[in-house]
């Protein structure tokens, strides 16, 4: 099982960025898919997930600003971010879960403790 995450960079305020999770050695069909991310000196956190019925969650402070969204016929999936802020730069990482009842509960409340793969993180900033 392999998660690739890509699609960081530096970008402006204001600017925006699509990151990408590719899946390998299973189907996203069966996974909830989250993305997290971490900045120097915090906690990891939840950004947002995708179950394998298509419900998505996000966190809060993102204020409608991130779209996730699924390909599975490329067993892929995306992270649309838009209106980029400063506070947003950190490593943004994609982890999956496999969905079954205790995978969905993790996934909505954005829990990455609860996730079983990792990928490799993408890094992502935002300055002027």
């Known amino acids: 099982v392999q998660l690739q995450a890509s699609g960081g960079g530096l970008v402006q305020p204001g600017g925006a960025l699509r990151l990408s999770c590719a899946a390998s050695?299973?189907?996203?069909?069966?996974?909830?898919i989250g993305w997290f991310r971490q900045a120097p000196g915090k906690e990891r956190e939840g950004v947002s997930c995708?179950?394998?019925?298509?419900?998505?969650y996000y966190a809060d402070s993102l204020q409608g600003r991130f779209t996730i969204s699924s390909d599975n016929a490329k067993n892929v999936v995306s992270l649309q971010m838009n209106d980029l802020k400063p506070e947003d730069t950190a490593v943004y990482y994609c982890?999956?879960?496999?969905?079954?009842?205790?995978?969905?509960?993790?996934?909505?409340?954005?829990?990455?403790?609860?996730?079983?793969?990792w990928g490799k993180g993408t890094q992502v900033t935002v300055s002027s």
């Open positions: 982890a999956a879960v496999y969905a079954d009842s205790g995978g969905y509960d993790d996934c909505e409340a954005l829990n990455y403790e609860g996730m079983e793969y």
């Open positions: 050695g299973f189907t996203v069909d069966d996974y909830a």
């Open positions: 995708i179950t394998s019925d298509g419900s998505t």
